[in-house]
C-alpha cells in the first residue's frame, strides 16, 4: 500500500432515528454503519462484502456524502471533507465518484446518452461545443461503444450496456476513486464478466481506485485486491484478496467462503452452518454483534466489543479468539453446527 492513502475512514458512523408517536420523538436508532475504518491507497480496488443489510452499501453512500455521517472522518486526498458545507464540497466531488447498482434507474430516460455524459462536463465547465462532443466519443470509446450511440435513449440499450453507460459518465470528470454499489449484481453472469473486466481495465490503464461493494464472492476474488468483510455495521476482517481466501481468521469469514460455492461437483469441505437470523440493527446485542450465531462464542464474547486488531501484513481481525499471531483459538464447534457438505 502506498505511504499516503487516497481515502482515509476513521470511526464511521451512520444511525438512523426511528420516529414515534404524535409528536415524532426518537425512539431508537438503527446503527447502519457503527465504527467502520480502513484506507485505500491509490489504484487499489477494496472489496468491502457482507450479508444483505450489513450496512455495506451505506458506507459507500458516506464516502461520497450522498448521506452524511453521524461520526467519524472521511479524509480524501487529505482533506478531511466529512464537516464541508455544500460550496466546499463542490471541487472534491470531482475526485469521487459512483456506479450505482441499477444501471436504468440511475440514468435520466429524457435525456440522450450524449446529454448524459456530457452533465457532469456541463456542471463542472470543463468543456462545451465540439470539445464536449469529442470528450463524450471518447468516453463511450473507452467503455466498449460506439460513438454514433450518442443519440439515443437509456431504453434502447441492454443492461449490459447502460452499465456500461454508468462508468462512462462516473469516469467524465476523471476521478481519482470510484465507489461501485453492486454494479454487476443486476446483470447476467456472462454480461458480468465483460463489465467487471473492463473496470478491471480502466483501473489499471487509469491508475483508478475502487470501493467496491458485492455480496459475491465470486465477484470479489476477481476484481480485488484487499476485502473487508462486513457484519451489522461492523468490519470484522480485514485482508489482501488471497490471504483471505485461503485463510479465514473471523468466524463469519469462514462461514461466507464456506458457503460459497466451488466449481467441482466431486470436491467437499466442512461447511460451518450459521444458525439464528442476522440481529436487528436497532438492538444490536452487546459485545461482539456476531456472538448470538457464532459456534465458537465464550463469555468475553458477549461482554466485551473486540477492536479491529492488525495483525501484520497489512491483515486486521476483529475476534476475541484469534491471537496476535493470527492463530484461532476457538476449539470446534458443536457438532450439529458443522456439516460435511458437497459444495
Not at 37 to 66: D, N
Not at 238 to 249: G, N, S, T, V
Not at 265 to 293: Q, Y
Amino acid at each position: 500500500m502506498s505511504a499516503t492513502p487516497l481515502l482515509q475512514v476513521e470511526g464511521l458512523k451512520k444511525h438512523f432515528p426511528v420516529h414515534k408517536g404524535v409528536l415524532g420523538r426518537v425512539a431508537a436508532q438503527i446503527k447502519a454503519v457503527d465504527g467502520v475504518s480502513f484506507e485505500v491507497a491509490p489504484g487499489e480496488i477494496l472489496c468491502v462484502v457482507g450479508e444483505s443489510g450489513c450496512g455495506k452499501s451505506t458506507v459507500g453512500r458516506l464516502i461520497t456524502r450522498l448521506l452524511e455521517p453521524t461520526a467519524g472522518r472521511i479524509v480524501l486526498d487529505g482533506t478531511d471533507v466529512t464537516k464541508l458545507d455544500h460550496a466546499a464540497m463542490r471541487p472534491h466531488r470531482r475526485q469521487v465518484q459512483m456506479v450505482f447498482q441499477d444501471p436504468y434507474a440511475s440514468l435520466n430516460p429524457r435525456l440522450t446518452v450524449g446529454g448524459i455524459i456530457a452533465e457532469p462536463l456541463e456542471n463542472f465547465g470543463l468543456a462545451r461545443g465540439a470539445k464536449k462532443r469529442e470528450r463524450v466519443a471518447e468516453l463511450l470509446q473507452q467503455v466498449g461503444l460506439r460513438p454514433e450511440v450518442a443519440n439515443r435513449f437509456p431504453h434502447e440499450f441492454s443492461g449490459g450496456q447502460r452499465q456500461r453507460l454508468g462508468i462512462a459518465r462516473a469516469l467524465a470528470l476523471n476521478p481519482k476513486l470510484i465507489v461501485a454499489d453492486e454494479p454487476v449484481s443486476a446483470l447476467d453472469v456472462s454480461v458480468q464478466a465483460q463489465v467487471l473486466n473492463l473496470m478491471s481495465d480502466l483501473q489499471r490503464d487509469l491508475g483508478l481506485a475502487y470501493v467496491f461493494v458485492s455480496h459475491d464472492l465470486g465477484v470479489v476474488e476477481h476484481i480485488g485486491h484487499r476485502i473487508a468483510v462486513m457484519y451489522l455495521g461492523r468490519i470484522v476482517e480485514l485482508a489482501e484478496k488471497r490471504a483471505l481466501f485461503d485463510r479465514p481468521l473471523h468466524p463469519y469469514s469462514r462461514a461466507l467462503l464456506a458457503a460459497a460455492p466451488i466449481p467441482d461437483p466431486k470436491a467437499k469441505r466442512d461447511k460451518l452452518v450459521i444458525e439464528g437470523d442476522v440481529p436487528s440493527p436497532k438492538n444490536p446485542p452487546p459485545g461482539c454483534h456476531f456472538h448470538t450465531r457464532c459456534p465458537f462464542a465464550v463469555d468475553r464474547c458477549r461482554r466485551e466489543e473486540p477492536p479491529l486488531r492488525p495483525l501484520g501484513n497489512g491483515r486486521k481481525v476483529a475476534c476475541h479468539l484469534v491471537d496476535d499471531a493470527g492463530e484461532f483459538h476457538g476449539g470446534t464447534p458443536k457438532p450439529a453446527l458443522v456439516e460435511q457438505a458437497a459444495s
